[in-house]
């Protein structure tokens, strides 16, 4: 079915599609929609689940734990200050190996105080041991939500779908909700490999010491590394099935004869491509790669994909401070030993400042005259620098 949607209700509904047995939240700008639909939707009677309002994001996320032990299907949704209160839990429901699937609509974090969008929370998060996913428009949120859950019930890993706070989220755009019977068929129910149970006792969480711990985390950083195969093939799984939506790890845009590659993950990419197309009748030759899966990183694609460029830019939403852009030196991290293109780091739109076409595409005319390698944040208001930099 085809509908207008606004990306929260797209969340909701794809939420719903999956037969959650627990949705557990607390509201936190701009999440909130997606969970005061779900709670209508249980209201309504339109999903069947338990849905509980929290105390605060730390309880909501304690809460879907809990339940994704005792052998539930657990979705929660959260955001900026409210992701960076789970995260003593983000790390307990990652090392317990539960299938937890979560929505974080990216928010800046403070201080200074700001709701509006930019991808620092999540990517904070990044060595947690979730899968993230990061999301250019709401069709791709449905589809990879619908993902989420079964990747994250094949590899007992829990499942992160990130997406642009407010300029997703709060946007309505026509989204094709897949039929209830073609989910079911793609997702069945989930049938736990281990759960709490007092007729059959069971450990989770238990002490461990030197002699053990470095195993623990030696196991879930191989099945992250697996999980990049998996995400392939469900995503072709999903194509298959439904007949969109099969985006694996990345996608390229214009990159074969590319003079100049622009990087990014989440909604700019729409923009991006619309600058790459001006870009192109301007004669300048550039193309895009759109990073989907910022966890387990795609070093294998990500190499294939700009080993034969001449240089590359990234543009992102967040700043690893006293370094440069994260996502910037994961892509250095796919040419270990091997000679590396030069890869500038494009600091922009922290803050939810807008990211332009004309400023992607001065971007590219700026590296193609001039490729050598460096960090730069663009877009600054120069009235607000000290007075030694105006």
């Not at 879930?220 to 194509?239: F, G, T, W």
């Not at 600058?275 to 694609?301: H, N, T």
Request: contains cysteine; aromatic residues 6%; charged residues 25%.
């Amino acid at each position: 079915m085809r509908d207008i949607l606004e990306g929260s209700r797209a969340v909701a509904e794809a939420v719903r599609l999956c037969r959650p047995n627990l949705v557990c939240a607390y509201p936190i700008t701009p999440q909130t929609h997606i969970v005061e639909d779900l709670s209508k939707m249980v209201a309504d009677g339109r999903l069947d689940a338990g849905y509980v309002l929290a105390e605060s994001e730390f309880g909501a996320a304690s809460i879907v734990l809990g339940g994704s032990a005792v052998g539930g299907r657990t979705y929660t949704a959260t955001s900026s200050q409210g992701l960076l209160l789970m995260t003593e839990v983000i790390f307990n429901i990652a090392g317990l190996r539960l299938p937890v699937v979560m929505t974080c609509a990216n928010r800046a974090v403070s201080a200074p105080i700001n709701i509006w969008n930019d991808q620092q929370d999540s990517v904070s998060m990044r060595d947690a041991g979730w899968i993230q996913f990061y999301v250019e428009d709401n069709q791709e949120v449905v589809d990879t939500h619908i993902q989420a859950f079964k990747i994250a019930e094949e590899l007992m890993i829990p499942v992160m779908v990130c997406m642009d706070g407010y300029v997703l989220t709060h946007t309505w755009e026509p989204v094709e909700l897949p039929e209830q019977e073609k989910v079911d068929d793609f997702l069945p129910a989930y049938e736990p490999i281990y759960r709490l149970d007092p007729d059959g006792p069971f450990t989770m969480g238990s002490m461990v010491g030197p002699d053990a711990y470095m195993e623990t985390r030696y196991h879930v950083h191989m099945d992250m590394i697996e999980a990049r195969s998996v995400i392939r093939r469900v995503s072709d799984e999903y194509y298959e099935a439904f007949g969109h939506g099969g985006r694996g790890l990345v996608e390229t845009y214009d990159i074969t004869d590319a003079n100049v590659v622009l990087v990014s993950m989440g909604s700019v990419l729409g923009t991006m491509r619309d600058a790459v197309d001006e870009l192109r009748d301007e004669g300048l030759k550039v193309g895009i790669i759109k990073i989907r899966c910022m966890r387990p990183f795609p070093k294998d694609a990500v190499h294939d994909a700009i080993k034969e460029s001449q240089v590359v830019g990234v543009i992102e939403k967040d700043i690893s401070l006293g370094l440069e852009g994260t996502l910037c030196s994961e892509m250095r991290a796919a040419f270990c030993g091997e000679d590396c293109p030069e890869i500038s780091s494009f600091i922009m739109g922290l803050g939810g400042r807008d990211i332009t076409k004309e400023d992607i595409k001065q971007v590219a005319r700026d590296l193609a005259s001039n490729p050598a390698c460096r960090v730069e944040f663009r877009g600054l208001r120069m009235d607000l620098m000290d007075g030694d930099e105006k």
